[in-house]
């Protein structure tokens, strides 16, 4: 159990500083709203623009900073109550706590050290979408994502164990 522990402060700690350490790059070496292409073939479906996020993803609720601070520190609250209680085969959870609340615990942190959410990472699709966003959005998609993964692996692996239990119709072998 203690090394399952270890496991969720080094991601929660690795993320959050891979988070800080490029979003202080990003402000002391661009103004707020410019852009650099660091690969240039890349461009204009990735680039880096500097970009200060008072709000929520994509910009909504620009006025509501503080609530979101509120929900993060939540959030990471409700991940580690719940952590111990991942079971044993469920590693990719484990993971996936940590990069959820290592992202979340880096939008916070910049939202006290700098009044916004600091968003450099730009995706585009000429006339279709443009997002700005930074590491510690993407760690909690990604670990959104893992978690809806294992959830799903682990029934299908609980229904080929017992289908008769989970509903299935034994007829259906047929």
């Known amino acids: ?69 509120i929900i993060a520190v939540v959030v990471v609250a409700a991940m580690i109550y719940f ?18 609340s290592g992202g979340a615990l880096g939008n916070a942190l910049d939202r006290l050290q700098y009044g916004h959410v600091v968003d450099f990472i730009h995706y585009q699709v000429p006339g279709l979408i443009s997002n700005v966003s930074n ?10 994502i893992l978690i809806f993964i294992e959830s799903w692996l682990h029934d299908r692996q609980a229904k080929a164990a017992h289908p008769v239990a989970l509903g299935a119709d034994p007829r259906d072998d047929r």
């Open 1 to 69: 159990m203690r090394r399952r522990w270890i496991l969720l402060f080094v991601i929660i700690a690795g993320m959050l500083a891979v988070d800080q350490v490029t979003k202080w790059l990003v402000v002391h070496n661009l103004i707020p709203y410019e852009t650099v292409r660091p690969i240039p073939a890349l461009a204009p479906f990735f680039q880096l623009t500097y970009i200060e996020n008072t709000g929520s993803a994509f910009g909504f609720l620009p006025q509501a900073g503080d609530l979101f601070l």
């Open 83 to 100: 952590y111990p209680r991942v079971p044993a085969n469920g590693r990719i959870t484990r993971i996936a706590i940590g990069l959820i």
């Open 135 to 144: 590491l510690a959005d993407h760690a909690i998609v990604i670990g959104v």
